[in-house]
């Protein structure tokens, strides 16, 4: 749907690993006919040879194309030391800022990225154990700021698609891709889902749990944008971007969460659990503390009827 309906002739960003599905993607804008793209492409330095390889591969199928190619690198694991992050929000942050640099050099804040219906379904199992978003997932259209404060507009056209089919689809059209071997190594919260959690849940139920949850992510939308709807109406924040707190404190209980939980993701704050949204809700109550600790060693400050995100 969203390919249809986009303009090909504008620039677009597009995040490339060397992986299938965004393999997939690239191949796939460029038989749609856009022509205008930044292919770009962030080693985050876990995986040795295996990622110049991958930098190779990407630099090499972006030049076939006659394609604009930004090729990053970035300390990860330096990163998890320095914050106190896990490997998973660790290797998003430092990608988030390697697309915010990208947007400001080649003026586009649109990112394309190639998550799929599968990963759609891990994330929205891995909520639902963290107890902070129900049965919400990724969108198709996420806008987001990096901490150092460029906003990006995040498109995942791929979204509704399965692996399986991303896979068939490459295969029938000859295209080679990278495996990334890490994938299969139970290192990351997302791996063990992957690998262990949805097996396991297949042959409990006897059935593809994975569509369940997809099922339930696509259900979800509809109260999502009611919240988006809702939460405009009741214009919860300042010019300025900040969270209005006279304005906050005059919504039911339910609307506050949501309307803390969407601002902190839009700062880049996805680590995300139900006891850090209550904690946020605290700083509504002037008796409390001004000022919370948030995951990567941010703040949520309250002042002067305002509350916003130190980084």
């Not at 990225?113 to 154990?129: C, G, R, S």
């Not at 901490?147 to 995942?156: A, F, N, Q």
């Not at 002037?286 to 509350?307: K, T, Y």
Request: glycine share 8%.
């Amino acid at each position: 749907m969203w390919l249809r309906n986009s303009a090909a002739e504008e620039r677009w960003l597009v995040g490339v690993s060397g992986g299938a599905d965004s393999v997939a993607l690239l191949h796939l804008l460029v038989e749609k006919g856009f022509r205008d793209l930044v292919v770009c492409h962030l080693d985050h330095g876990l995986r040795g040879e295996d990622s110049t390889g991958d930098a190779e591969f990407v630099s090499k199928l972006a030049g076939e194309f006659g394609l604009l190619c930004e090729i990053g690198t970035a300390d990860v694991k330096g990163r998890m030391a320095e914050k106190g992050e896990s490997l998973e929000t660790a290797a998003r942050n430092v990608r988030h800022d390697f697309f915010g640099k990208c947007a400001e050099k080649y003026g586009s804040e649109k990112i394309l990225l190639a998550h799929h219906a599968d990963d759609q379904a891990e994330t929205v199992l891995w909520n639902l154990l963290r107890g902070s978003h129900g049965f919400k997932g990724m969108r198709e259209e996420q806008q987001l700021a990096t901490e150092s404060g460029v906003e990006l507009r995040l498109i995942r056209p791929l979204l509704g698609t399965r692996r399986e089919k991303i896979i068939e689809w490459l295969k029938e059209k000859g295209h080679k891709w990278r495996e990334d071997t890490s994938n299969k190594e139970p290192i990351a919260v997302r791996n063990r889902l992957r690998n262990e959690a949805f097996p396991l849940l297949n042959e409990i139920s006897n059935r593809d749990a994975a569509a369940a949850f997809i099922r339930g992510a696509e259900n979800s939308a509809d109260h999502v944008a009611l919240e988006d709807w809702a939460l405009k109406q009741a214009n919860v924040l300042d010019p300025q971007g900040r969270l209005h707190l006279p304005v906050l404190r005059k919504l039911p209980v339910a609307l506050q969460r949501i309307a803390v939980r969407k601002f902190l993701l839009f700062h880049g704050i996805s680590s995300l659990d139900a006891d850090l949204i209550e904690r946020s809700l605290e700083l509504l109550d002037i008796e409390n503390s001004a000022v919370i600790n948030l995951p990567g060693g941010g703040r949520l400050r309250r002042r002067a009827g305002r509350l916003w995100v130190e980084i």
